[in-house]
């Protein structure tokens, strides 16, 4: 599973939200919407993020194995 907690603590570290990156790059909220929910994006939103904020794809963007995000996210819920 591909996660974006990464780039969320990143615009927190540089106090930016999601609503001034989105309207920074120029993507609509949806996108960033799914980028919250861990969803899938193109290529190019991940692009322009990593353009805007000068930064490699690795320091946005995490590879948890399925079954591992299944249990972290079972866990959350049960709390």
């Known amino acids: 599973m591909i996660v974006y907690e990464k780039l969320m ?10 609503r001034q990156l989105s309207e920074a790059i120029g993507i609509k909220a949806n996108t960033m919407s799914a980028l919250s ?3 899938n994006v193109n290529m190019e939103t991940i692009n322009r993020i990593c353009e805007y904020l000068q930064v490699q794809p690795s320091e946005i ?9 299944k249990k972290s996210k079972r866990r959350k819920n049960s709390d």
């Open 37 to 39: 929910k861990n969803r």
């Open 61 to 69: 963007i995490e590879w948890i194995p399925d079954e591992e995000y």
């Open 9 to 18: 603590n990143l615009l927190s570290k540089k106090k930016l939200n999601k």
